[in-house]
C-alpha cells in the first residue's frame, strides 16, 4: 500500500498554489511593470534557496463528491532562504489574489512567519503589495457584524524591531496594514512610480471632500499625489527611493552584508583589499579656508571608508546630516556626516529626528559609529522654533549619549553650540580627531563681533579698521592649537592620516565589542 492517491493530491495542490491568482491577474500585474510575488522571492534570494513554507493554504472548493474543485492561493507567501549565504525569512504579498489583502482564515499564516524570525533569530524581509490587511466593507456584511480592530501577531512585529533585522520593499499600492508593515522596519524602500504608501487610499481619502484631494486628473496620479515615493522618501516615513524592483532587492541584499542575523550576535567582518594605511592627498585641500564655502562630505568619505563600501541610507530627508553604513578595513561601522551644502550643515528638526534613529539602530545592532563632524548649530528662526527644532535635536543628542558602542569622532571645522556638543558623548573616553581647519565654540565668533564690541566701535574713529583689528586679533585667539594646548581637543591631525586613525579605531572597537559576546 503507497500513498500515490495523497502525493498526487498535493502536487495538484501545489501546482494550483503557482497560478497564484490565475493567468489574466498575473498578466495583469505583469502589465503594470510589477513583478510577481513568486519572481520576487527567487530574484531576492539566493538561488534556488527559497523553501516555502503553507504553499497550499488558502481558500478551497468541493465538488458534491467532496473531491477538489479549485483552490484560491492565501495572498501571502512566505519561507526560509538564504541571502548572501546567510539564513532569512523572505515574505511576499500577492497582488493578484484580491490586492494581497488577507483574510481571517489565514492571518495565522502572516504571523507565523513574523514569529519565525524571532524564535528562530533570522532576519526578515517584507515584500509588501497591497493592503495586507483583512476584509472589507463586503467583508463586513458577509460577517453580519462589525469589531473594534485588532492585528494579529503585531506583537511579534514588534519583538522583531528588537530582536532581528527587518527589511521592508514597498513594490506596489500599500495602504491601512501594508503601510504600517513597510514602516515597521530597520530598512525601507519603494520603488519609484511604482510603490504608493497610505493609511487610506484615493478612494475613501476622496469620500472626505475636496479639501483632501491632491488635484489627480485620475486614479493613477491621485496615488502618486497622495502617497507617492517622492513623498515618504522625503518625509522619512520610508528611508529609500529606488528605480526599479532590481535596484531594491539588491539594496536589501546589501544592508543586510552589514547586518548581524540578529541582536547579539557580532557583524561579520568582510575582506578587504584597501589598504588600511592609505592616505589621501586630496583630503588636504577639500575643506575651504572661505568659512562660508562648501565642499563635498560625500567626497571625504568614499576617500576614507573601503573603497566602494559607502552605502548611503536617507539621503532624501534630513539632509543636513548624512547617514550610512560603510567599512573601515572590512569591519562594519555606522557613519553620521555633516553635510555642509545644505543648510550649512545646521541640525534641524528633521535632520536630527534622522540621527536619533540612525544611532539607535547603531547601538542596537552593536556597530560603532564615525561621526564626520561641520556643524554650525541648531537650525535657528522662526521655522525652525515652529518645527520644535530644539526637542528634536535634545532627542539626537540624548541618543548619543545613551548609545553604548564605540563612537571616534573627526572635526573637520565647525563644532558649535549644543550641536556641536552632541557629535559625540563628552561624559565617555573622547576617541577624536581634528583637522587644522577646526573652528568651534559655544557660538560662532565672526557673528558676534559687532554686539560684543559695540560700545568699543561707536567710540572708535575708523570702526571698519578697529573691527578688522578684532578680527584678526580674536582669529589668532580661536586658532583649534590654543584648543590642543589646553587639551580641549585631543589631536590636531594632518587629514591625510584620517583612514589610519579611523581603521586603528575600528580595530579596537570591534575588540571591545566581540569581547562582549
Given at each position: 500500500?503507497?500513498?500515490?492517491?495523497?502525493?498526487?493530491?498535493?502536487?495538484?495542490?501545489?501546482?494550483?498554489?503557482?497560478?497564484?491568482?490565475?493567468?489574466?491577474?498575473v498578466?495583469?500585474?505583469h502589465?503594470?511593470?510589477?513583478?510577481?510575488?513568486?519572481?520576487?522571492?527567487?530574484?531576492?534570494?539566493?538561488?534556488g534557496?527559497?523553501?516555502?513554507?503553507?504553499?497550499i493554504?488558502?481558500?478551497?472548493k468541493?465538488?458534491?463528491?467532496?473531491?477538489?474543485?479549485?483552490?484560491?492561493?492565501a495572498?501571502f507567501?512566505?519561507?526560509?532562504?538564504?541571502?548572501?549565504?546567510?539564513p532569512?525569512?523572505a515574505?511576499?504579498?500577492?497582488?493578484?489574489?484580491?490586492?494581497?489583502?488577507?483574510?481571517a482564515g489565514?492571518?495565522?499564516?502572516?504571523?507565523?512567519?513574523?514569529?519565525?524570525?524571532?524564535?528562530?533569530?533570522?532576519?526578515?524581509?517584507?515584500?509588501?503589495?497591497g493592503?495586507?490587511?483583512?476584509?472589507?466593507?463586503?467583508?463586513?456584511?458577509?460577517?453580519?457584524?462589525?469589531?473594534?480592530p485588532?492585528?494579529?501577531?503585531?506583537?511579534?512585529?514588534?519583538?522583531?524591531l528588537?530582536?532581528v533585522?527587518?527589511?521592508?520593499?514597498?513594490?506596489?499600492p500599500?495602504?491601512?496594514?501594508g503601510?504600517?508593515r513597510?514602516?515597521?522596519s530597520?530598512?525601507?524602500?519603494?520603488?519609484?512610480?511604482l510603490?504608493?504608501?497610505?493609511?487610506a487610499?484615493?478612494?475613501?481619502?476622496d469620500?472626505?471632500?475636496?479639501?483632501?484631494?491632491?488635484?489627480a486628473?485620475?486614479?493613477?496620479?491621485?496615488?502618486?499625489?497622495?502617497?507617492?515615493?517622492?513623498?515618504?522618501?522625503?518625509?522619512?516615513?520610508v528611508?529609500?527611493?529606488?528605480?526599479?524592483e532590481?535596484?531594491?532587492?539588491?539594496?536589501?541584499?546589501?544592508?543586510?552584508?552589514?547586518?548581524?542575523?540578529?541582536?547579539?550576535?557580532?557583524?561579520?567582518?568582510s575582506?578587504?583589499?584597501?589598504?588600511?594605511?592609505?592616505?589621501?592627498?586630496?583630503?588636504?585641500?577639500?575643506?575651504?579656508?572661505?568659512?562660508?564655502?562648501?565642499?563635498?562630505?560625500?567626497r571625504?568619505?568614499?576617500?576614507?571608508?573601503?573603497?566602494?563600501?559607502?552605502?548611503?541610507?536617507?539621503?532624501?530627508?534630513?539632509?543636513?546630516?548624512?547617514?550610512?553604513l560603510?567599512?573601515?578595513?572590512?569591519?562594519?561601522?555606522?557613519?553620521?556626516?555633516?553635510?555642509?551644502?545644505?543648510?550649512?550643515?545646521?541640525w534641524?528638526?528633521?535632520?536630527?529626528?534622522?540621527?536619533e534613529r540612525?544611532?539607535?539602530?547603531a547601538?542596537?545592532?552593536?556597530?560603532?559609529?564615525?561621526h564626520?563632524?561641520?556643524?554650525?548649530?541648531?537650525?535657528?528662526?522662526?521655522?525652525?522654533?515652529?518645527a520644535?527644532?530644539?526637542?528634536?535635536?535634545?532627542?539626537a543628542m540624548?541618543?548619543?549619549?545613551?548609545?553604548?558602542?564605540?563612537?571616534?569622532?573627526?572635526?573637520?571645522?565647525?563644532?558649535?553650540?549644543?550641536?556641536?556638543?552632541?557629535?559625540?558623548n563628552?561624559?565617555?573616553?573622547q576617541?577624536?580627531?581634528?583637522?587644522p581647519?577646526?573652528?568651534?565654540?559655544?557660538?560662532?565668533i565672526?557673528?558676534?563681533?559687532?554686539?560684543?564690541?559695540?560700545?568699543?566701535l561707536e567710540?572708535?574713529?575708523?570702526?571698519?579698521?578697529l573691527?578688522?583689528?578684532?578680527?584678526?586679533?580674536?582669529?589668532?585667539?580661536?586658532s583649534?592649537?590654543?584648543?590642543?594646548e589646553?587639551?580641549?581637543?585631543?589631536?590636531?591631525i594632518?587629514?591625510?592620516?584620517?583612514r589610519?586613525?579611523?581603521?586603528?579605531?575600528?580595530?579596537?572597537?570591534?575588540r571591545?565589542?566581540e569581547?562582549?559576546?
Amino acid at each position: 500500500m503507497t500513498w500515490a492517491k495523497e502525493l498526487k493530491e498535493l502536487r495538484q495542490r501545489e501546482a494550483l498554489a503557482e497560478q497564484m491568482g490565475g493567468a489574466d491577474k498575473v498578466a495583469r500585474q505583469h502589465g503594470r511593470g510589477k513583478m510577481d510575488a513568486r519572481a520576487r522571492l527567487a530574484a531576492l534570494c539566493d538561488e534556488g534557496s527559497f523553501r516555502e513554507i503553507g504553499k497550499i493554504a488558502g481558500s478551497a472548493k468541493y465538488d458534491a463528491n467532496g473531491d477538489l474543485a479549485s483552490v484560491t492561493p492565501a495572498p501571502f507567501l512566505f519561507g526560509k532562504a538564504t541571502i548572501n549565504g546567510r539564513p532569512v525569512v523572505a515574505t511576499a504579498d500577492d497582488f493578484t489574489i484580491r490586492g494581497g489583502a488577507a483574510d481571517a482564515g489565514i492571518a495565522r499564516k502572516m504571523v507565523q512567519a513574523e514569529m519565525m524570525a524571532h524564535q528562530l533569530k533570522l532576519p526578515i524581509i517584507r515584500m509588501i503589495d497591497g493592503t495586507g490587511g483583512g476584509g472589507s466593507v463586503k467583508t463586513l456584511e458577509k460577517i453580519g457584524a462589525t469589531y473594534i480592530p485588532a492585528v494579529p501577531g503585531w506583537g511579534d512585529v514588534v519583538t522583531n524591531l528588537d530582536t532581528v533585522p527587518v527589511v521592508a520593499l514597498a513594490l506596489g499600492p500599500t495602504a491601512g496594514l501594508g503601510a504600517a508593515r513597510t514602516v515597521a522596519s530597520h530598512y525601507s524602500i519603494m520603488v519609484k512610480g511604482l510603490s504608493q504608501i497610505f493609511a487610506a487610499g484615493p478612494a475613501v481619502v476622496d469620500g472626505l471632500g475636496e479639501a483632501y484631494k491632491g488635484g489627480a486628473a485620475n486614479h493613477e496620479e491621485a496615488k502618486e499625489a497622495l502617497g507617492g515615493s517622492a513623498i515618504h522618501t522625503r518625509n522619512g516615513v520610508v528611508d529609500d527611493e529606488v528605480a526599479s524592483e532590481a535596484e531594491a532587492f539588491a539594496r536589501a541584499r546589501h544592508f543586510l552584508s552589514f547586518m548581524p542575523e540578529y541582536v547579539g550576535q557580532p557583524a561579520r567582518r568582510s575582506a578587504c583589499d584597501d589598504p588600511a594605511d592609505r592616505r589621501e592627498e586630496a583630503l588636504l585641500s577639500l575643506v575651504p579656508r572661505d568659512p562660508k564655502q562648501v565642499y563635498s562630505m560625500r567626497r571625504c568619505m568614499e576617500m576614507v571608508f573601503d573603497s566602494g563600501t559607502v552605502f548611503e541610507i536617507g539621503k532624501h530627508w534630513g539632509r543636513a546630516a548624512i547617514t550610512a553604513l560603510a567599512r573601515l578595513d572590512g569591519w562594519p561601522v555606522c557613519v553620521i556626516a555633516s553635510d555642509p551644502s545644505y543648510l550649512g550643515g545646521s541640525w534641524e528638526a528633521r535632520t536630527s529626528e534622522k540621527v536619533e534613529r540612525f544611532v539607535r539602530l547603531a547601538d542596537q545592532f552593536r556597530l560603532p559609529v564615525v561621526h564626520l563632524v561641520d556643524n554650525p548649530g541648531f537650525m535657528i528662526g522662526r521655522e525652525a522654533e515652529m518645527a520644535g527644532t530644539i526637542r528634536y535635536g535634545v532627542n539626537a543628542m540624548n541618543a548619543i549619549y545613551r548609545a553604548t558602542v564605540p563612537l571616534a569622532s573627526i572635526v573637520l571645522r565647525r563644532a558649535y553650540g549644543i550641536a556641536g556638543s552632541a557629535m559625540s558623548n563628552a561624559d565617555r573616553y573622547q576617541y577624536r580627531y581634528c583637522w587644522p581647519s577646526g573652528d568651534w565654540g559655544s557660538l560662532p565668533i565672526a557673528g558676534g563681533l559687532e554686539v560684543a564690541y559695540k560700545a568699543e566701535l561707536e567710540a572708535s574713529d575708523d570702526p571698519a579698521a578697529l573691527l578688522e583689528e578684532i578680527r584678526e586679533r580674536l582669529g589668532k585667539v580661536t586658532s583649534p592649537f590654543r584648543s590642543a594646548e589646553r587639551f580641549n581637543v585631543e589631536d590636531i591631525i594632518d587629514p591625510r592620516d584620517t583612514r589610519p586613525l579611523l581603521c586603528e579605531f575600528a580595530g579596537l572597537a570591534w575588540r571591545r565589542l566581540e569581547s562582549e559576546q
